[in-house]
């Protein structure tokens, strides 16, 4: 298995570059676990597919935290064909996986109720790709009914689904939806995209 | 078949209020085939595939023409099976999956050629994912075997494939990952990325 993200952050100021340089730090307590690689696109992690959310929660709440708008935009995969094992990336839970998709929902469900409260507001929407199977829409359907009851569903939109909530219980949302959905060994993406401090009003 | 793209522009600047306003008059000549609706998040376009990523490189343009950083990113899709059928989705130019793969390849690098050039050098990345078959890395490679030949190629990298080059022939690449690859009333999805005016050097 071999999971991790293509992650960006977009502050919109002027002084983004500074913003970026003093949000890094928020990653400190993950580079032990995660390979991570910069380029002018986007940042690279790379390891335990549960470790991936939190992190790059961290980072945006660091960068968001001066009140500017900042938006995390992320390709999140697992389970590509296209790329080696690497132990790196073995998941620090258990499977997801275990049982009924009832059960697998509840468990999800727990997670979030879990997720410690960041008291940063965040808007955020994703699109779940499971790929490779034929019964894709059952698993995102399930992952529809997950998110519908994760307590920060937005509303559906074409495309994506948009949640809406403290950025602790989003990303936590955000996470089950990539670890929990879509078969254990399936390759699974997710486009996400999440907002802090727009000066819009909530669509 | 249903067709279209969530996308949000980000320019990286305090003034990106205004940035974003004064270049929406690029979409006027697509507006009577398009639907268009935007919060927050993000703007909706729902349309012909072939007519998506031209009115989204016209957006992208304007909103960078001053120079300032901009990044666009658009979760692109076609055939989802949760939409319904649209008549407004028609394609406007004939089918791109007649004839082979090789066929398909040659003449999706031709309409590369044929791209118009904008005079704006972007640096983009993408993730193309064929939902629903079984075959799905077969047209990943097809599409990665087109991509190296597009003139615009700059690497792979772990989750997406990244491009270099005049905005004209990198948005004509990615239309053309988009309706030639993967099966013709497949359910394909692209997350793209692209941005002008990066201070960053590029990796």
Redesign the interface.
């Known amino acids: 298995m071999f999971s991790?993200?293509?992650f960006?952050l977009?502050?919109?100021?002027?002084d983004?570059?500074p913003v970026i340089l003093s949000s890094l730090s928020a990653l400190d307590p993950y580079r032990e676990r995660l390979r991570i690689e910069?380029?002018?696109?986007?940042t690279?992690i790379?390891g335990p597919a549960d470790d991936l959310f939190p992190a790059m929660r961290d980072l945006h709440g660091a960068a968001s935290r001066d009140g500017v708008?900042c938006?995390l935009?992320a390709?999140v995969?697992r389970g590509?064909?296209?790329?080696p094992d690497d132990p790196r990336c073995t998941p620090l839970a258990p499977s997801a996986h275990a049982g009924s998709m009832d059960e697998r929902i509840a468990a999800a469900l727990a997670a979030v109720e879990a997720a410690p409260e960041t008291g940063l507001t965040v808007?955020?929407?994703f699109?779940f790709?499971?790929?490779?199977?034929?019964e894709?829409?059952d698993e995102?359907y399930a992952c529809i009914d997950f998110v519908k009851r994760s307590g920060v569903f937005g509303r559906a939109?074409?495309?994506?689904t948009?949640l809406d909530g403290d950025a602790g219980r989003v990303f936590a949302t955000l996470g089950q939806a990539f670890v929990a959905f879509g078969a254990p060994q399936a390759h699974v993406?997710l486009?996400v995209?999440v907002?802090a401090n727009?000066?819009?009003?909530?669509?």
Chains 1, 2 share one sequence.
């Not at 977009?10 to 002027?14: L, S, W």
């Not at 910069?38 to 986007?42: A, C, E, G, M, Q």
């Open positions: 991790g993200a293509q960006s977009y502050p919109m100021t002027g983004f570059v910069t380029d002018d696109l986007s690279l790379v708008h938006v935009s390709a995969s590509c064909p296209g790329e808007a955020a929407q699109s790709y499971p790929l490779g199977a034929a894709h829409m995102i939109k074409n495309f994506c948009r993406a486009d995209t907002s727009s000066p819009s009003r909530r669509g």
